[in-house]
């Protein structure tokens, strides 16, 4: 039994499996196996030679049927089933781990006495060009910590998640944060009792930000480590920024979601089918309800991402811009709220601006190193409470694998 799986779910990225299995390949622990699941329409975008390239016997290679079509959140769970290590936790293909990263986990495992969970999060290589042709790009990584961990309490960290403060579902940075199985490992027997429970772990519209409630009511003990474990290589062709930017494919997403539409009547705004804001409070009332609990999300702070996240949406039809406009009426004379008007796009660039969004959490350090001077920036972020970075250009991601103190 290895002491770590790793599954990658992957989707016509072989490139980029390419690097996620090139950090693993070359990490300092070596207890562990990696499960990739590739759900690949077009064998030709297939990643099977990509892993057999590195003749290492941990990775596991499987595509899923064809047919049903599993979507997102089924070739989630489609590679549970071949994980065999004492803690699971998943990668997504566009992600990477640090050479040290598995060693770095098990050493806070053994110091920890085995919690039950460990979440952390993740830096940023951005791209200079998205064609998938070159990789040369910038990495801001976040410095050593003083305190590498910290210990959590699952129930706080459940009230947050209902809470949805400012409006948003992700901690900074844009990471899911406690509970969740991407930047997070979870004792292997923890998730059999809940497939063994409810049918499923990933039952939800996300399969990174759906099912953390679940876990985290099966959490006695957790852990979030501070340094930042993974990179993540945002991508315009990314499905959650898809569905983020336009209405059609939100309802196509929500279609192949092994919840399906039915779970919309949870929502803050019930059947209202735009942001992911409204959909992860699907999945977060639903989970309340599901566990007999009498709390629900924060629908002031829900509807204030809602609204945010809507200036990002392209509609095929003024009909259906209509009908979602009625949908938000709706929830808003339930409550006695003034009626807001969702916004309708009609700058282009969604695309763009959506997958800042997914790197949000660099935006103001971006701003202090073009216009303030060096000698005052560890003054400035100290005030702010804002961990230091460092920016360093690379040809390949592959080169920042071996992080330099």
Same mark, same amino acid.
């Given at each position: 039994?290895?002491?770590?799986?790793?599954?990658?779910?992957?989707?016509?990225?072989?490139?980029?499996?390419?690097?996620?299995?090139?950090?693993?390949?070359?990490?300092?622990? !070596?207890?562990?196996?990696?499960?990739?699941?590739?759900?690949?329409? %077009?064998?030709?975008?297939?990643?099977?030679?990509?892993?057999?390239? +590195?003749?290492?016997?941990?990775?596991? +290679?499987?595509?899923?049927?064809?047919?049903? *079509?599993?979507?997102?959140?089924?070739?989630?769970?489609?590679?549970?089933?071949?994980?065999? $290590? /004492? =803690?699971? &936790?998943?990668?997504?293909?566009?992600?990477?781990?640090?050479?040290?990263?598995?060693?770095?986990?098990?050493?806070?495992?053994?110091?920890?006495?085995?919690?039950?969970?460990?979440?952390? &999060?993740?830096?940023?290589?951005?791209? =200079?060009?998205?064609?998938?042709?070159?990789?040369? &790009?910038? @990495?801001?990584?976040?410095?050593?910590?003083?305190?590498?961990?910290?210990?959590?309490?699952?129930?706080?960290?459940?009230?947050?998640? @209902? %809470?949805?403060?400012?409006?948003?579902?992700?901690?900074?940075?844009?990471?899911? $944060?406690?509970?969740?199985?991407?930047?997070?490992?979870?004792?292997?027997?923890?998730?059999?009792?809940?497939?063994?429970?409810?049918?499923?772990?990933?039952?939800?519209?996300?399969?990174?930000?759906?099912?953390?409630?679940?876990?985290?009511? =099966?959490?006695?003990? @957790? #852990?979030?480590? /501070?340094?930042?474990?993974? #990179?993540?290589?945002?991508?315009?062709?990314?499905? $959650?920024?898809?569905?983020?930017?336009? +209405?059609?494919?939100?309802?196509?997403?929500?279609? @192949?979601?092994?919840?399906?539409?039915?779970?919309?009547?949870?929502?803050?705004?019930?059947?209202?089918?735009?942001?992911?804001?409204?959909?992860? !409070?699907? %999945?977060?009332?639903?989970?309340?309800?599901?566990? !007999? /609990?009498?709390?629900?999300?924060?629908?002031?702070?829900?509807?204030?991402?809602?609204?945010?996240?809507?200036?990002?949406?392209?509609?095929?039809?003024?009909?259906?811009?209509?009908?979602?406009?009625?949908?938000?009426?709706?929830?808003?004379?339930?409550?006695?709220?003034?009626? *807001?008007?969702?916004?309708?796009?009609?700058?282009?660039?969604?695309?763009?601006?959506? *997958?800042?969004?997914?790197?949000?959490?660099?935006?103001?350090?971006?701003?202090?190193?073009?216009?303030?001077?060096?000698?005052?920036?560890? *003054?400035?972020?100290?005030?702010?409470?804002?961990?230091? +970075?460092?920016?360093?250009?690379?040809? !390949?991601?592959?080169?920042?694998?071996?992080?330099?103190?």
């Amino acid at each position: 039994m290895p002491f770590f799986s790793v599954i990658i779910p992957t989707k016509a990225r072989p490139a980029m499996v390419d690097i996620a299995l090139y950090s693993l390949h070359h990490q300092t622990f !070596s207890d562990f196996e990696v499960i990739i699941t590739d759900d690949y329409d %077009d064998e030709d975008l297939s990643c099977k030679t990509i892993v057999k390239k +590195y003749q290492d016997e941990r990775f596991i +290679y499987v595509h899923p049927p064809d047919d049903p *079509v599993l979507g997102m959140c089924g070739n989630w769970e489609y590679g549970l089933q071949f994980a065999s $290590g /004492r =803690y699971v &936790g998943f990668m997504q293909d566009k992600m990477y781990m640090y050479s040290d990263t598995l060693q770095s986990l098990h050493t806070c495992i053994q110091e920890e006495k085995m919690p039950d969970m460990l979440n952390w &999060g993740w830096d940023f290589y951005s791209l =200079y060009q998205m064609d998938g042709k070159s990789f040369e &790009g910038k @990495l801001d990584r976040r410095l050593d910590t003083v305190n590498k961990w910290e210990k959590c309490d699952p129930k706080a960290a459940i009230a947050k998640k @209902l %809470d949805f403060p400012n409006g948003n579902f992700q901690d900074h940075g844009g990471i899911p $944060g406690c509970g969740s199985l991407l930047g997070g490992v979870i004792r292997a027997e923890i998730l059999h009792k809940i497939k063994d429970t409810y049918g499923s772990v990933f039952n939800f519209f996300n399969p990174d930000y759906g099912p953390p409630l679940l876990i985290l009511s =099966y959490v006695k003990t @957790l #852990v979030f480590f /501070r340094d930042n474990l993974y #990179v993540m290589i945002p991508l315009s062709d990314s499905e $959650g920024i898809v569905h983020s930017i336009s +209405y059609a494919a939100a309802c196509k997403f929500q279609e @192949l979601s092994p919840c399906g539409i039915e779970r919309l009547q949870y929502a803050t705004v019930p059947h209202l089918r735009i942001t992911n804001t409204n959909m992860i !409070s699907a %999945d977060y009332n639903y989970t309340m309800h599901m566990l !007999s /609990r009498s709390e629900r999300c924060n629908e002031e702070n829900v509807f204030k991402g809602i609204i945010r996240e809507a200036e990002c949406i392209r509609y095929d039809t003024q009909e259906d811009y209509q009908r979602e406009n009625e949908r938000i009426k709706k929830a808003c004379q339930k409550r006695n709220w003034e009626v *807001v008007k969702l916004p309708q796009d009609t700058r282009g660039g969604a695309i763009l601006q959506c *997958v800042n969004e997914e790197k949000k959490g660099n935006i103001l350090l971006d701003l202090i190193r073009r216009v303030i001077p060096s000698w005052l920036k560890s *003054v400035i972020k100290s005030c702010l409470g804002m961990p230091r +970075y460092i920016t360093v250009q690379y040809q !390949s991601p592959k080169e920042s694998v071996f992080r330099q103190c």
